[in-house]
């Protein structure tokens, strides 16, 4: 089955990457988190963008300039995804003091507060 994807992918990149840099040092964010921030693009279904928001964040941040905290982001169950780097990824966070438990992170501790956010937080956006 084919998935639509933004027209303007580099624009919708560029995106993610500018919210990914407002993440601070000792905080995560999830890429659905991420995809609820910005807005649906022209063109795509709403729904359509609730199911597929978060592999776009996915594959923008798999293609992020080397000065995106990339490592910031993990999934929606708190852990980092499985992928080369992984453990990497992991290393930075605990570096900058974010404890794993049961190769899981807490959100409502180390979740981005939506009052630090740039914008208004989507409806529902919670940690």
Known sequence: MQ????????L??????????????????????LAQMIDCPPGIDENDYDMLGSRWVGTAMS???NDVPWHRVINSKGKVSTRPGAQSQQQRLEKEGIVFAHDRINLTIYGWPVEERTGAPAQGDLF
């Open 3 to 10: 998935y639509p994807s933004p027209q303007d992918q580099r």
């Open 63 to 65: 293609a992020c300039p």
């Open 12 to 33: 919708y990149h560029e995106q993610v990457w500018k919210l990914v840099r407002q993440v601070p040092y000792g905080k995560v964010t999830t890429y659905g988190q």
